[in-house]
Protein backbone atom coordinates (compact mmCIF):
# COMPACT_ATOMS: atom_id res chain seq x y z
CA UNK A 1 0.00 0.00 0.00
CA UNK A 2 0.82 3.73 -0.81
CA UNK A 3 0.00 6.71 0.47
CA UNK A 4 -0.36 10.42 -0.39
CA UNK A 5 -1.43 12.59 1.91
CA UNK A 6 -1.98 16.63 2.50
CA UNK A 7 -4.72 19.18 3.12
CA UNK A 8 -7.32 19.99 0.69
CA UNK A 9 -6.14 21.63 -2.83
CA UNK A 10 -2.65 21.41 -1.87
CA UNK A 11 -1.81 18.79 -5.35
CA UNK A 12 -2.51 15.73 -4.18
CA UNK A 13 -4.47 14.28 -7.02
CA UNK A 14 -2.32 15.67 -9.62
CA UNK A 15 1.14 14.49 -8.22
CA UNK A 16 -0.75 10.86 -8.00
CA UNK A 17 -1.63 11.11 -11.60
CA UNK A 18 2.00 11.83 -12.45
CA UNK A 19 3.78 9.30 -10.00
CA UNK A 20 1.60 6.49 -11.17
CA UNK A 21 0.53 7.20 -14.67
CA UNK A 22 -1.14 3.67 -15.39
CA UNK A 23 -3.20 2.99 -12.65
CA UNK A 24 -7.14 3.76 -13.28
CA UNK A 25 -8.14 5.44 -10.45
CA UNK A 26 -11.39 5.68 -8.32
CA UNK A 27 -13.22 8.89 -7.10
CA UNK A 28 -13.85 7.99 -2.98
CA UNK A 29 -16.74 10.23 -3.05
CA UNK A 30 -18.50 8.22 -5.81
CA UNK A 31 -17.39 4.81 -4.35
CA UNK A 32 -19.11 1.67 -2.75
CA UNK A 33 -17.10 -0.81 -1.18
CA UNK A 34 -17.02 -3.59 -4.25
CA UNK A 35 -14.87 -0.35 -5.76
CA UNK A 36 -12.80 0.73 -2.83
CA UNK A 37 -11.98 -3.65 -2.43
CA UNK A 38 -10.85 -3.90 -5.71
CA UNK A 39 -9.23 -0.52 -6.77
CA UNK A 40 -5.69 0.19 -7.93
CA UNK A 41 -6.06 3.92 -7.18
CA UNK A 42 -8.40 5.80 -5.10
CA UNK A 43 -8.83 9.47 -5.24
CA UNK A 44 -10.63 11.03 -2.12
CA UNK A 45 -10.07 8.35 0.16
CA UNK A 46 -11.53 10.75 3.29
CA UNK A 47 -15.22 11.42 1.46
CA UNK A 48 -15.38 7.23 1.00
CA UNK A 49 -15.10 7.66 4.78
CA UNK A 50 -17.50 10.38 5.19
CA UNK A 51 -19.71 8.68 2.90
CA UNK A 52 -19.63 5.48 4.97
CA UNK A 53 -20.79 7.65 8.08
CA UNK A 54 -23.37 9.26 6.89
CA UNK A 55 -24.83 5.72 6.22
CA UNK A 56 -24.46 5.40 9.72
CA UNK A 57 -21.82 2.10 9.06
CA UNK A 58 -19.44 1.49 11.39
CA UNK A 59 -15.80 2.53 9.84
CA UNK A 60 -13.90 1.30 13.29
CA UNK A 61 -12.31 -1.54 11.11
CA UNK A 62 -12.49 -0.06 7.94
CA UNK A 63 -8.37 -0.07 7.82
CA UNK A 64 -8.13 -3.91 8.87
CA UNK A 65 -10.83 -4.35 6.12
CA UNK A 66 -8.56 -2.47 3.19
CA UNK A 67 -5.89 -4.10 4.31
CA UNK A 68 -6.75 -7.65 3.99
CA UNK A 69 -8.71 -7.53 0.94
CA UNK A 70 -6.78 -4.80 -1.07
CA UNK A 71 -3.05 -4.50 0.89
CA UNK A 72 -1.56 -2.80 -2.73
CA UNK A 73 -4.29 0.07 -3.66
CA UNK A 74 -2.59 4.06 -3.58
CA UNK A 75 -4.97 5.57 -1.59
CA UNK A 76 -4.98 9.85 -1.76
CA UNK A 77 -6.67 11.54 1.32
CA UNK A 78 -6.38 14.67 2.70
CA UNK A 79 -5.72 15.73 5.82
CA UNK A 80 -8.42 16.83 8.11
CA UNK A 81 -7.43 16.76 11.54
CA UNK A 82 -5.99 20.25 11.30
CA UNK A 83 -7.21 24.09 12.61
CA UNK A 84 -10.29 24.31 14.51
CA UNK A 85 -11.95 21.66 15.89
CA UNK A 86 -15.54 22.08 14.25
CA UNK A 87 -18.73 22.55 16.67
CA UNK A 88 -20.69 19.89 15.09
CA UNK A 89 -20.72 16.51 16.67
CA UNK A 90 -20.55 14.40 13.31
CA UNK A 91 -17.98 16.46 11.76
CA UNK A 92 -15.98 16.06 14.78
CA UNK A 93 -16.59 12.28 14.74
CA UNK A 94 -15.64 12.01 11.16
CA UNK A 95 -12.49 13.77 11.14
CA UNK A 96 -11.52 11.67 14.21
CA UNK A 97 -12.35 8.72 12.34
CA UNK A 98 -9.81 9.77 8.93
CA UNK A 99 -7.09 10.75 11.30
CA UNK A 100 -7.51 7.23 13.36
CA UNK A 101 -8.05 5.07 10.12
CA UNK A 102 -5.11 7.05 8.12
CA UNK A 103 -2.85 6.14 11.17
CA UNK A 104 -3.48 2.78 10.99
CA UNK A 105 -2.91 2.72 6.95
CA UNK A 106 0.50 5.00 7.03
CA UNK A 107 1.15 2.11 9.80
CA UNK A 108 0.78 -0.38 7.46
CA UNK A 109 1.87 1.52 4.09
CA UNK A 110 5.10 1.42 2.50
CA UNK A 111 5.43 4.60 1.39
CA UNK A 112 3.94 7.65 2.66
CA UNK A 113 3.87 10.61 0.82
CA UNK A 114 2.92 14.36 2.33
CA UNK A 115 1.79 17.25 -0.43
CA UNK A 116 2.22 20.89 0.78
CA UNK A 117 2.08 23.46 -2.09
CA UNK A 118 2.15 20.90 -4.99
CA UNK A 119 5.78 19.21 -3.52
CA UNK A 120 5.26 15.77 -2.50
CA UNK A 121 7.40 15.10 0.85
CA UNK A 122 8.31 11.15 1.25
CA UNK A 123 7.74 10.85 5.08
CA UNK A 124 8.08 7.43 5.11
CA UNK A 125 9.65 4.53 2.70
CA UNK A 126 10.11 1.17 3.03
Known amino acids: MKMII ?4 QGKTALAMEKY ?8 AD ?4 LIGTAKGILNFHE ?3 NEMQKKKDVSGLAEQL ?3 NPDVVLVSDEVGYGVVPIDAF ?4 REAVGR ?3 K ?3 YSSDVTRVVCGIGTVIKHD
Do not use: H, K, M, Q
Open 6 to 9: GGAF
Open 105 to 107: LAA
Open 67 to 69: ISC
Open 48 to 50: FIR
Open 31 to 34: ADWN
Open 21 to 28: PDIVWVDG
Open 101 to 103: ICT
Open 91 to 94: DRAY
